[in-house]
């Protein structure tokens, strides 16, 4: 049998009074690909970044790659690969000088930094400052930054926003399914997401309306999660 790679059983997150995720429960095995969609302001990033170990549980339990948070968060952080809204690469720091950082805080070779630069089509810019990057730019340097200690499980957070069509084709084989990695995507388009995943998360408020694998989710079921 499989072992599970996220095991998730009543989680409940609060922002104030208002609860952002509320009793959501499901398991994703090991090496599998959980699509997480809905609308705006459902709990999307707030279930990426719980997972992370960046926000507490408020409620329920939650374990990441066997441990529990957040009494074992230590222990699941340098296994875990996050790609947020935010980049977290310093502005004034060139994309090497930014990997470099990360790879001396995670104990990897700095050659590793360098095969990253070019495989995210950076190799040519590596030493120019992140502020003087596009967009697109600034996302590839965040993906080389998230696989960079080559994490058991990445939480990616919209991965190809700001990404053109090319762009995406470089990171693919990073991020994508092919990565061969436990994966949890937030996704505005669940159609596409849909096609590369396991299992599929639909929130609504902050609750689970839509838990099934990804293959059983028709049109109509997301269509319904929107209204």
Request: aromatic share 4%; net charge neutral; charged share 25%.
């Amino acid at each position: 049998m499989t072992a599970a790679a996220i095991e998730l059983d009543g989680l409940t997150r609060r922002h104030g009074e208002r609860e952002a995720l509320s009793d959501v429960t499901l398991t994703l095995p090991a090496g599998a690909t959980l699509v997480v969609f809905g609308p705006n302001g459902a709990g999307k990033t707030t279930l990426l970044r719980v997972l992370a170990t960046l926000l507490r549980p408020h409620g329920g339990s939650a374990r990441v790659l066997g441990k529990a948070l957040p009494d074992e968060g230590w222990a699941v952080r340098g296994k875990v690969g996050f790609l947020g809204h935010a980049s977290l690469l310093y502005r004034d720091l060139t994309a090497r000088e930014n990997l470099r950082f990360h790879a001396r805080l995670h104990g990897v070779d700095a050659a590793r930094v360098d095969a990253l630069l070019d495989a995210v089509g950076l190799k040519n810019r590596a030493d120019d400052p992140v502020h003087t990057y596009s967009r697109g730019m600034v996302q590839r340097a965040a993906v080389a930054r998230a696989v960079l200690h080559d994490p058991e499980l990445l939480l990616l957070d919209e991965p190809t926003a700001n990404l053109d069509p090319h762009a995406i084709e470089v990171v693919e084989p990073l991020i994508g399914a092919a990565s061969g990695r436990t994966r949890v995507v937030t996704s505005h388009d669940p159609v596409g997401g849909l096609r590369d995943a396991d299992l599929a998360l639909g929130l609504r408020g902050g609750r689970a309306e839509l838990v099934a694998p990804a293959a059983e989710v028709t049109s109509t079921r997301i269509g319904e999660l929107y209204r």
